[in-house]
C-alpha cells in the first residue's frame, strides 16, 4: 500500500484545511484508516482515526469538535476536515492504513 498525503498549507488560527490521503491497491476499504501529527522534538501523536465501514470514529481530545474524519471507499481516500484551527495545531500529519505510513504533509497554523 501507498500513501499519498496532500492538503497541507499555511493558515491562520480559526481557519480551515482539508487534508486527504490516496491509497493505492484494493485493500484500503478493509483496513482502519488514520491520521497522527509530529512536532519536531516530539513523538507522532494520534489526531483521529474511522474504520473499514465508516461505522466509528476516534479523536484525540485536542481536536474533538474541531476535526472530522470520514472516507471515500471508492476513491481509496480518507481525510481529515480541520475547523478552528489553532497554533498547537501545526505540525507534520501523516496518514495510516494497515501499518503502512504515507510522506506527511505541513499544516502551519498562524496566531
Known amino acids: 500500500v501507498q500513501l499519498q498525503a496532500s492538503g497541507g498549507g499555511f493558515v491562520q488560527a480559526g481557519g480551515s484545511l482539508t487534508l486527504a490521503c490516496l491509497a493505492s491497491?484494493?485493500?484500503?476499504?478493509?483496513?482502519?484508516a488514520g491520521w497522527f501529527r509530529q512536532t519536531p522534538g516530539k513523538e507522532r501523536e494520534f489526531v483521529a482515526s474511522v474504520s473499514d465501514d465508516s461505522t466509528v470514529t476516534r479523536y484525540a481530545d485536542s481536536v474533538k469538535g474541531r476535526f472530522t474524519v470520514d472516507r471515500d471507499n471508492t476513491k481509496n481516500t480518507v481525510f481529515l476536515r480541520m475547523n478552528d484551527l489553532i497554533p498547537e495545531d501545526t505540525a507534520v500529519y501523516y496518514c495510516s492504513v494497515h501499518s503502512y505510513w504515507g510522506q506527511g504533509t505541513q499544516v502551519t497554523v498562524s496566531s
Open positions: 491497491g484494493r485493500t484500503f476499504p478493509y483496513y482502519i
